[in-house]
């Protein structure tokens, strides 16, 4: 007799360190809390947050996307109870990585969604006294107009300050991608050091191309990381030949300008050589990379993309 699927089911994907149980309880928790997940948005705008629901596929034949499906069952014939998200396989909320969990949750207390600060701290307070056997809490990172903006963190997290100020800029940007960028490489640092390093180096690449688009500058796909730092550093005027020879300390300027360029090329290089995405020969395999150095390239990553963006904030 065939299986049937279960959505909970334990997983050996090493990004996934939330427990099947802590998820129920959690979802549990979100069911009983008083308050819609979705809050003042509709199902579809909070969703949209997260995920794109255009190229998420239908389980209803009648449809071809996961947007209609939700229109159809939630707002039309409204047949699909209020916690259909939790155990719908498409959405990753329980038994996918880590971060599409705690990403889900931290838009829950997000103040576009939960605008009442009290309450929202109260169901942080709560969420986090879930979460913390498995080693995570949502922390306040930013705020907008005064109110907090919540990020994952990870308890007594080897991710450092520069970690912390990338989740600020995650949440400035309002972009999920990068927010759960931050928080995978949070999460692997003294568990996966090659999914760290990998996801650094996707981290930076990923800040490079977004300072690019809001100015209007192009790039290819197929740009190396290298290539994206350059053109960003020379479109924020920030490289060497930028800096008059004449100005104060101009050559202390250099030295540093010329540091971050090399903490990002060794970002790459030990993510070509042991990160993720590359398959290893068996002599590669035995030398396999710590924490350390996982730590040494998600703090020179956090470090360079969080002082990128600040500047590029900073500069018209």
Known sequence: MARLHDPFEESADRSRRISHITRRDLFDYLRTAGVPWWGRLSEIAFLARLYDLKALPSTDARYTTAERDIVQHRENNYDWEDDWIFTDSRF?????????????LAQVVHPLVQPDTDRAAEIVTDLNGL????????????????RP?????RVGSGGGLGVAFAHEVAARLDAEYISQQVTRMEGAVDTDPD???????????????????ERNEQYSKNDKLTALVRKTTQVLQLTPSDIAATASGAETIKR????????VQGTAE???AHGSGHGKSVSQARYRLTAR??????????????????????RP
Request: with cysteine; net charge negative.
């Open 195 to 213: 999914l760290a390093i990998g996801t650094a180096k996707e981290f930076v690449e990923s800040i490079c191309k977004t300072i690019l688009e």
């Open 293 to 314: 150095h996982a730590r040494l390239a998600v703090g020179s990553a956090t470090t360079l993309g969080t002082f990128l963006y600040e500047t590029h904030e900073d």
């Open 256 to 263: 540093m300008l010329m540091n971050l360029a090399s903490l």
């Open 149 to 153: 903006v919540y990020a994952p963190a």
């Open 131 to 146: 979460l913390a056997p498995d080693g995570w809490m949502l922390k306040a990172q930013s705020a907008i107009s005064g």
């Open 92 to 104: 990753d909320l329980a038994s996918g990585p880590d971060e599409i969990l705690l990403g889900f």
């Open 270 to 272: 030990l993510r070509n």
